[in-house]
């Protein structure tokens, strides 16, 4: 089993649709969750941090379920540009290194 | 804050030649930086740990007299592929984590450098 799993995808969805992501992780003793974006041929580049108590910013929300092991990341009213692979990262804490899912591929269609 | 360069972006080099590819973090000090190797439509493959002034640890299968990693500098980690061939040709990342107040866990990238070996 892999430490971090992510549905690969690809989710495609029309614009203004709402979707969701969850990510699960085997290791309990994570300390720190994130979601990253990479679009195609770049650089993934840190989306949010995901706090024990959730998060929001904007039209993404990310929520974290210690008790069964997984983060999700929630787009509201998607946008063409919201199109990429989002990766789910999870850190140990400490100087651990953090694991990367494979990431899911979105694709917002018009 | 939090930009990590890298440099350069792109390079075709022969094959049995070397290449180095530099990290820098140009607004933080990065007490860690990590390599990471990605291949079209694959995930990013954590390649080797560094820690400034330390040996970089490296991941099970990755050698490390092919691909050496200086980490001179808080702000500067170099990456060398020696004796380059063509399988080694791939998008090279770099990223960089510490320094930021309350966020010295989030890892922040480089652009990238897309090595193509002929």
């Known amino acids: 089993r892999k430490e971090v799993e992510q549905d690969p995808g690809p989710f495609n969805v029309p614009e203004g649709a709402t979707v969701a992501f969850n990510c699960t992780y085997s290791?309990?003793?994570?300390?720190?969750f994130f979601w990253y974006r990479q679009d195609c041929r770049k650089e993934p580049k840190l989306l949010m941090s995901?706090?024990?108590s959730g998060n929001e910013d904007g039209r993404f929300t990310a929520q974290l379920n210690r008790a069964s092991q997984y983060i999700s990341l929630l787009i509201r009213d998607s946008k063409l540009s919201d199109s990429a692979t989002y990766l789910c990262?999870?850190?140990?804490?400490?100087?651990?290194?953090?694991?990367f899912g494979d990431g899911t591929t979105l694709t917002v269609k018009p | 804050g939090a930009v990590v360069s890298q440099h350069p972006s792109w390079v075709i080099c022969k094959s049995g030649t070397s290449v180095k590819i530099e990290c820098r973090s140009l607004?933080?000090?990065?007490?860690?930086m990590f390599w990471y190797r990605q291949f079209p439509k694959q995930s990013l493959m954590l390649m080797a740990t560094?820690?400034?002034?330390?040996?970089?640890?490296?991941e099970q299968g990755v050698e490390k007299d092919k691909f050496l990693i200086n980490h001179a500098s808080l702000t500067l980690s170099t990456l060398t592929v020696t004796s380059a061939h063509p399988e080694d040709s791939s998008f090279y990342i770099c990223?960089?984590?510490?320094?930021?107040?309350?966020?010295?866990?989030?890892?922040?990238f480089g652009p990238g450098t897309r090595l193509t070996v002929t």
């Open positions: 990262v999870v850190n140990p804490g400490g100087a651990g290194k953090s694991t």
């Open positions: 560094s820690n400034e002034g330390s040996k970089a640890t490296y």
């Open positions: 990223s960089a984590r510490g320094g930021l107040p309350g966020s010295w866990l989030e890892q922040y």
């Open positions: 607004d933080f000090q990065a007490t860690t």
């Open positions: 995901v706090y024990s």
């Open positions: 290791n309990s003793a994570s300390q720190s």
